[in-house]
């Protein structure tokens, strides 16, 4: 069970250093996404899940990644987001829903930080807090890796723990 719960904690500290470089550089590693995709596999071999659970799992993660690829090239999204999308939605398989409207509720909140941030760009005598805020600046873009980690981390709470499914049951109060 110990074991169990470094992997989760490792998917989500990997989640975390993702949205931190995305709000620094506005970049998502490709070592770190595969990171947090390959400790999915590890998660579902721990908790003993049978190969039709993975199937599950890999065609939500497929179905992310397509939608995801056709918003990359409408410029809705990164290449980085496209794949954390897929590596999101691969933990969360069945579970897809409240995962979507966390990453949704938060790209939402996310996107009107920037615009907030836009706003007092265009106020001189505020021209020096928005510099503070440079890490957020319009200009840079809207950094969707942000709510998709924070989906992320609900992905990964809400798969199972070895023996029982406590976790999951107090997060489906709360959705």
Known sequence: MLALGVVKAGACMTLVVLAGFDLRMRRLPNAAVAAFAALYF???AMIGLVHASWDIHVAAGAASLGVAALMFRLGWLGGGDVKLAAAVFLW???ESSPVLV???LFGVLVALAVLAVAGLQRIPALAGLSMRLDWIAPARGVPYGVALALGGIVAVLLQPTAGHRTTLAM???LV
Do not use: F, M
């Open 171 to 173: 997060l489906q109060l």
């Open 92 to 94: 969360a398989g069945p």
């Open 102 to 104: 966390v990453v949704s």
């Open 42 to 44: 590890v998660n579902a």
